[in-house]
């Protein structure tokens, strides 16, 4: 289109909304013109070529929120939940070491047992850290029984996987890459209605029982990408204090820095009216929209109950006060980052865990898996201290109130109001690293087998991480030279300290 036909077209838009509509700033460019005049006075400065124009930042954000039930001993009335909802036949997830565990074994299988005329199918096989491999497998075993509804009971692998399997089950010709987040899949909208799915987490972790989020390992690209859709969102969450009480230590707290690390990304992920560009239909707004004030109150308070108790589960894995707000700080947590995103300890975590099977081969101890694992708290803990400091000059008096918490003061304690704003990175990179020290957590790349020759690779896997790093403030175009210097500087700084 030339430039001449495309001011055209502008000028005719804005005439069109003078003529036609009470209010033209709801669906035009005229940005806020209430009256004709105004109109023509914008028309004015818009009569310009189409591709000189700004692109439109983001005015709205959504609120989607999450059905739970949160008690000790609830999983028991999940059966009662399908027959209430009608269910024909349940398809019921979960992996090979919670399938012999108490929530399954005893709570969620002996509660549909206890339902007269409510058929299941088990599907055992699902792995730790899912491949496109093991998601095909699921779906092609829940393409085959045609259940009417679905139950996931497990880790955010185990919710992830069976998300993936009901919404491919629904759109049964599709290819797995059609609706995997652009630009590694399509990130096709998801239109159909997918079938109703109850979550049951037994890890106090990915919040998955509260997101349309799934996240898998591209084995051949050597890292971790996803779907993110609200289509695919439990219809509810089932949040029981009993089921983290069999987790190692090291689950415990793996799971507990997924969650600590939600909640600080989303509080300091790029204002929700700082994103760009505006979706041209509400259908295409992102599930990850930015920080906005609802999921800020969500993240803020996982993040003060995290700080709080994971330390005290780390002293005493059988503290079950502390367990049981852990588990309710991951589902809080999964509300903040569910409505405002993660960004780049995530990005970077995935190229982390990705490539460690290729590379370093690390096995991090307390997970009974026959292959190499960095767990995904872990890899998202190890470029957080370096995340910060470079975020923090993009929010200061966020940073500021988040160092407050790690220290244990309040925000307005003289100990930090004293640092001024170009300080505040440094000071929160010590408290993190101190925090994560005092879990035990490796102090940095290096620790878990990466050497510095690796950086390029790692800084490579994180760049097609759209989804998240569209996100990260003071990040600067990412395919860009800037991107790419900034990634580079955060991972070297990650490498050990
Ligand atoms: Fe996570």
Redesign the pocket.
Known sequence: MSSAVASRNVVRRLINATQHSACPCHGCRAGGAHNPIQALQQMRKYATPVEALPVEKEYAFEVAAANLRFGEGVTREVGMDFKNMGARKVAVFTDPNVAKLPPQRWYAISSLEAQEDLPFEVYDRVVAEPTEESWRDAIAWARKHDCSHYLAVGG?SVMDTAKAANLFAVYKDADLFDFINAPVGKGLPIKEKLRPLIAVPTTA???SETTGTA?LDITSMAFKTGIANRAMKPMLGIVDTLNTRTCSRELHISAGL?VL??SLESYTAIPYNERTPRPANPILRPAYQGSNPVADIFSMWALRTTVQHLPRISKDPGNFESLSQMMLAASFAGIG?GNAG?HLC?GI?YPISGLNKKGPKFKYSGYNVDHPIIP??VT?ALPAPAVFQFTAPSSPDRHREALAIFQGVGTFDSSITAIPDRDIGAHLFEAIARFLDNLGVPRGLKAVGYSRADIPALVDGTIPQRRVLDLAPGIGDIVGEDGREHLTRIVENSFEY
């Open positions: 955010g972790g990915t919040g996240i997924d690390f939600h980052f993660v995530h975590s995904h708290g998202v």
